[in-house]
């Protein structure tokens, strides 16, 4: 009999040791996920263990940004910064020669991730330390918090660094290849930040393989995808649970509008998340 219970004792030990190697502890399969939109492509998001991952923030100088958080202390703390490319409108050109990105950067000692070229240059001009300019690139993958893994992916556009100089006048630096970001937090959910960009094919293989629950889409024209372009990403190539339109009505040229996008996605089951400027929801 003691043979027999120590046998059935070893197996389920081994049913539950296989079980924990397959299943993380609770607390990182639940928990709330915040995301602002702050304009443009201004993104913040709070992680399900309260990390704050600031993207994209032209704040200061965007005219859609709301009052309150043009001072940047109004964020509260900031943990990581990503920026997807060198233009002002994201890399945060505040009118005073200094950028929002990097200003926030050095107040709270938070890494600065973007295109290497770009945070190379942002080195070499002496604009940031390499401690908090982190560079990586297309394909490439960081895990800067426990859980917490970000993965740059291909936009299909430009980026020129303009950086205004000792004698006042505008200089245009390499800005790396622009990108977008997959980050996927510590419960699995997943957010395709997908920078500017224009359509391109492989945001099917993006889909497909990195299965985003929430995309930020750009739907402004013009520089990026019209509404027209950001419903075929949406509906046919990338298939996500969610979708947040951004990137429109900052400038006269992004005249796209997220009731435009809405009906050209129809029916298809993506939820539209609009909101406006300085607006949260929570996953």
């Keep these: ?25 609770e607390v990182t399969r639940s928990g709330k996920i915040e995301v602002q939109w702050l304009g443009n492509a201004a993104m913040k998001i709070t992680t399900v263990s309260g990390k704050v991952i600031l993207i994209d923030p032209f704040l200061s100088a965007n005219p859609k ?17 990503l920026v997807t490319h060198g233009h ?50 297309k394909g490439g993958s960081f895990t800067p918090f426990p859980g917490v893994r970000i ?40 957010i395709y930040h997908m920078g500017d960009t224009g ?5 099917r293989m993006i889909g497909e393989y990195y299965r985003p629950d929430l995309i930020m889409i750009p739907i402004g024209g013009h520089y990026v995808m019209d509404p027209k372009d950001a419903a075929y990403a949406t509906t046919a190539l990338i298939k996500p649970k969610f979708a947040m339109p951004m990137h429109y009505a900052t400038n006269q040229y992004l005249k796209g509008t997220p009731e435009e996008y809405i009906t050209a996605v129809g029916t298809f089951p993506t939820r539209i998340i609009n909101i406006n400027p300085g607006d949260k929801v929570s996953f």
């Design 1 to 25: 009999m003691n043979r027999y219970w120590k046998i059935i004792t070893v197996a389920l030990a081994s049913l539950f040791l296989a079980s924990c190697a397959g299943n993380p502890p």
């Design 65 to 81: 940004t709301p009052a309150q958080y043009k001072n940047l202390d109004a964020l509260g703390k900031i943990d990581l910064v």
């Design 88 to 137: 002002g409108d994201h890399i945060g050109v505040n009118g005073d020669k200094e950028f929002d990105s990097i200003v926030l950067s050095k107040k709270h000692n938070a890494p600065l991730y973007g295109p290497a070229g770009m945070n190379q240059a942002l080195i070499t001009m002496g604009l940031l330390s390499p401690a908090l300019s982190q560079r990586f690139g």
């Design 151 to 190: 993965t740059a992916t291909h936009a299909e556009h430009s980026s020129e660094l303009l950086v205004v100089n000792a004698a006042g006048k505008g200089e245009s630096h390499i800005g790396g290849e622009p990108v977008g970001f997959i980050i996927e937090l510590e419960n699995g959910f997943r």
């Design 199 to 203: 359509l391109f094919g492989d945001m």
